[in-house]
C-alpha cells in the first residue's frame, strides 16, 4: 500500500456501514449477475485486480496461488498505476476483471450502485464479521446497507517506533496516554535530545502523512462517532470536535526543537526513510509514528530490519485515557464483478481468516481475531497484532479516502502543507478545507 500512496492516492479507509459512500441513493445495488451465491462450473483462470506492490504484493500473489491450485484454478493478477482510473475504465470498456481490491470504498460504492458489483452472501458476511476486530464489518457496506466488500491483510497506522537500547539505557517510559506523550516530548527535549522525527513527503502526494496523524487524533479526541460524522461532511474540519486534533499537533510538529530539522523540514522528508535516524548513533530523533509497513523492506534500513525484534520498540499510539484504545488501519476490500463458482471461491477466501500466513512478512495483519498470529515472521509483528489491533476498542480506516477525493486526496494534504511550511495560519488552513468540502446531494 505504501506504493499506491506515492504515485496514487492515500491508503484505502473504511468507515461504519453506511458511510463509506453518503451519496448513494438507498435503492437496492446487486451486482451485474444477481447475489453473491456462485453459480457455474467455475473459470480455470480467475483475474484479480490490486493496487500495491512490493512484499505485500509477493506474499499476496503466494497466498492466492496455494489456495487456487488446491483449488483447481489458476489466478491472474493485474496490478493497476493508478486503481479509480483503471478500475473504471475496465468497468466501462465491459472487461472488469473477476475479482477486485479496492483501496477506496467510494468507488466500490459507486460501481455497486451502477449493478456492476456484487454483494457479499450475508451468509458469508455473517461468518466472517463474527471473526473480525470491531469496525471492520463496515470496510464494504454502501448505503444501501448491503456488504459488497471485505478487508483482506490490513496495516496498522496507531504505532509509535522508537529505538529500544535508547529507551532501557535512559529509563525513559513510552507514553501511555496523550498528555503523557506531550509530557515525554519535553522530557526528551529537556535531555538535550530531538523527540521526533515527523515526515510528510512523498511526491505528488506529500502531505498524506500527517492525515494520519490528525485521523488518530480525531479518533482519541472527538471519539469515533463524530470521526464517523466528520468524514462525511457533518462535522466541519473547524469544528470544536474536530479542530482539538490539529491543535494537538501543533503542539509537537511547531514547537521549537521537538522535530528533527524543524517545522518546515516535515514536508521535505520522505514518509518511507524519515524515521530511519531513531537508529543513528546518537539517535537523530526518538519517536516516529508511521503505519506497520515501515517495518517491511523499503522501510526501516535492511540492517535494522535484519535485528527487527532486538532493535525496534513498537507501541501503541496512546490513548486519550487509559483503556480507550481506538486503532487507525488501512487496507483493500475484496469485491467480485460476476458470481463464476471461483470468482466467489477465491473472493471469500481473500475476505476469510484463512488468508494472510504470508502477509505478515510485508508488515500486514488478518482483520480476524481468530488468526494465529505465531504464523506473524517476528516477535515485533506479533505484538502489534495481539497489544494493538486485536485488542481495540474500535478501528476505522484512514478517513481521508472515505472523503471526497477532492478533500481525502486533495485539499487535506495540500493545505496542512502550506500551514506547516508556514504559508497560512491553522484556521486559514482548516477553512480551505471545509469550502473544498462538496456540497451533500442525493
Known amino acids: 500500500m505504501i506504493t499506491r500512496r506515492a504515485s496514487v492516492t492515500a491508503l484505502v479507509a473504511v468507515a461504519v456501514a453506511g458511510l463509506a459512500s453518503g451519496c ?147 529509563g525513559d517510559e513510552i507514553p501511555a496516554t496523550l498528555d503523557k506523550m506531550l509530557a515525554l516530548t519535553d522530557q526528551l527535549k529537556g535531555q538535550g535530545k530531538v523527540p521526533w522525527c515527523i515526515a510528510a513527503e512523498s511526491g505528488q502526494a506529500t502531505g498524506w502523512p500527517i492525515t494520519d496523524w490528525i485521523e488518530d487524533l480525531v479518533l482519541r479526541l472527538a471519539g469515533p462517532a463524530n470521526y464517523d460524522k466528520w468524514v462525511t461532511g457533518a462535522l466541519k474540519f473547524n469544528s470544536p470536535e474536530i479542530k482539538p486534533a490539529f491543535e494537538y499537533f501543533q503542539k509537537i510538529a511547531f514547537t521549537d526543537a521537538n522535530v528533527r530539522g524543524g517545522t518546515k523540514s516535515i514536508v521535505a522528508t520522505n514518509f518511507q526513510t524519515g524515521g530511519n535516524a531513531l537508529f543513528d548513533n546518537p539517535p537523530g530523533c526518538y519517536l516516529f509514528k508511521q503505519a506497520t509497513f515501515i517495518a517491511g523492506k523499503g522501510g526501516f534500513p535492511d540492517a535494522v530490519l535484519a535485528s527487527l525484534d532486538t532493535t525496534v520498540g513498537a507501541a501503541p499510539f496512546p490513548p486519550k485515557t487509559p483503556g480507550d484504545n481506538p486503532v487507525l488501519s488501512g487496507g483493500d476490500l475484496a469485491a467480485a464483478f460476476n458470481n463464476d463458482a471461483n470468482t466467489i471461491k477465491l473472493r471469500n477466501f481473500i475476505g476469510s481468516k484463512e488468508n494472510g500466513i504470508n502477509a505478515g512478512k510485508a508488515g500486514y495483519f488478518s482483520p480476524h481475531k481468530s488468526f494465529d498470529v505465531s504464523l506473524y515472521p517476528n516477535k515485533t509483528l506479533q505484538i502489534i497484532a495481539e497489544g494493538v489491533l486485536y485488542k481495540a476498542s474500535a478501528v476505522r480506516f484512514d478517513g481521508s479516502d472515505l472523503m471526497p477525493a477532492k478533500v481525502g486526496a486533495g485539499t487535506f494534504w495540500t493545505e496542512p502543507v502550506k500551514w506547516i511550511s508556514g504559508q497560512q495560519d491553522l484556521d486559514t488552513t482548516l477553512n480551505n478545507i471545509d469550502a473544498s468540502f462538496p456540497k451533500a446531494s442525493s
Request: aromatic letters at 10%; a negative charge.
Open 24 to 170: 448513494l441513493s438507498s435503492n437496492s445495488g446487486g451486482g451485474s449477475s444477481g447475489g453473491g451465491t456462485a453459480s457455474g462450473p467455475g473459470k480455470g483462470t480467475v483475474e484479480i485486480m490490486y493496487g500495491f506492490g512490493g512484499d505485500q504484493e509477493v506474499a499476496f500473489q503466494k497466498d492466492l496461488n496455494t489456495f487456487a491450485q488446491a483449488n483447481g484454478f489458476t489466478v491472474k493478477f493485474t496490478k493497476a498505476a493508478s486503481w479509480d482510473t483503471e478500475i473504471r475504465a475496465r468497468v466501462a470498456g465491459g472487461n472488469p476483471p473477476d475479482v477486485g481490491l479496492f483501496p477506496q470504498p467510494g468507488v466500490m460504492c459507486d460501481l455497486a450502485k451502477q449493478k456492476k458489483v456484487l454483494a457479499w452472501d450475508d451468509a458469508d458476511v455473517k461468518t466472517d464479521s463474527a471473526d473480525m476486530v470491531t469496525g471492520f464489518v463496515g470496510a464494504g457496506t454502501c448505503a444501501d446497507g448491503k456488504v459488497y466488500g471485505l478487508p483482506s491483510a490490513v496495516s496498522v497506522k496507531s504505532v509509535l517506533w522508537y529505538d529500544q537500547a535508547d529507551f532501557k539505557a535512559t
